[in-house]
């Protein structure tokens, strides 16, 4: 169950922009895709409430259905500020390990504190893959107090710190 549910494909960032801005008391949000250019570019006015989102915006669990591109992460953690968790049951034609680093890149740049969950659906997890993931998150030293938990085919990485 989610505050805020929006089904339609590839959903204009311009209004989500304005829904978040009109209904501030939303926890949680699932979107199933996001457009960030399409039908056009954000006009000064969604520009400008988007720059001063993170005084109204209290969403903390975000669940995107279908990611279509890596940005489509930065826009939502600038969007959701106090993001907690964030869900992903598809990424479209992106490596796993490439999105877990520009994640982990993006929080650290933006010294954000609250993120701490990720979850992803991955149909072809198995053992030897979460070895990897933990290899590659160990010896490139991108987190150190975390777990990675497999439950079916979803992937979770949760820390405490970053």
């Given at each position: 169950m989610y505050d805020l549910e929006i089904s339609k494909e590839k959903f204009f960032i311009g209004a989500l922009i304005k829904i978040v801005n009109l209904l501030p008391e939303v926890n949680t949000l699932k979107i199933h895709s996001l457009s960030l250019y399409e039908p056009r570019m954000l006009n000064s006015k969604e520009l400008f409430i988007f720059s001063s989102i993170e005084d109204t915006s209290k969403i903390t669990n975000v669940y995107l259905e279908?990611?279509?591109?890596?940005?489509?992460?930065?826009?939502?953690?600038?969007?959701?500020?106090?993001?907690?968790?964030?869900k992903v049951d598809y990424i479209k034609h992106i490596d796993f390990k490439f999105v877990l680093r520009y994640i982990f890149k993006t929080i650290k740049e933006d010294c954000n504190d609250y993120l701490c969950l990720l979850c992803f659906r991955i149909p072809t997890v198995d053992d030897e893959m979460i070895r990897k993931l933990k290899r590659m998150i160990n010896f490139e030293k991108i987190l150190f107090n975390y777990t990675i938990r497999q439950i079916s085919d979803y992937i979770y990485i949760e820390w405490k710190e970053f």
């Open positions: 279908k990611m279509n591109g890596i940005e489509e992460f930065s826009f939502l953690l600038e969007l959701c500020p106090y993001m907690k968790s964030f």
